[in-house]
């Protein structure tokens, strides 16, 4: 038994409804800027799908499926990290370096 159940799982509806606003929001921002933004798509499809996970799991009807759909939503997670982390940039030249003077 969980403490608060009914409580618990108005939240994760919530969660679910944050999560379907930004993809919608990502998708209108990706076709006006060239799909430039892929980690914010992928945080909301990973917000989407851990809320169903966790509202599966909470209803105690698949648990097997919720526990498969959280392992998915972290990775999603863990790949819009990556995607979304800023680029290297080279260092500039100086002294000590090839090009510098």
């Known amino acids: 038994m ?3 159940r009914r409580y618990w799982i108005l939240i994760w ?3 679910l409804l944050i999560g379907v606003a930004g993809a919608v929001a990502s998708a209108y921002w990706g076709r006006r800027h060239a799909g430039r933004n892929l980690d ?7 917000t989407i799908l851990l809320s169903v996970g966790m509202l599966l799991l909470l209803y105690g009807v698949a648990t ?18 990556w995607v979304g982390r800023s680029p290297r940039r080279p260092r500039p ?3 000590g370096h090839p090009r510098g003077p």
């Open 64 to 81: 097997l499926a919720g526990r498969i759909i959280l392992g998915v939503a972290v990775a999603l997670f863990l790949g819009a990290f």
């Open 2 to 4: 969980i403490a608060g």
């Open 13 to 15: 509806y919530g969660f």
């Open 40 to 46: 914010e798509i992928l945080r909301s499809v990973a």
């Open 93 to 95: 030249p100086g002294p």
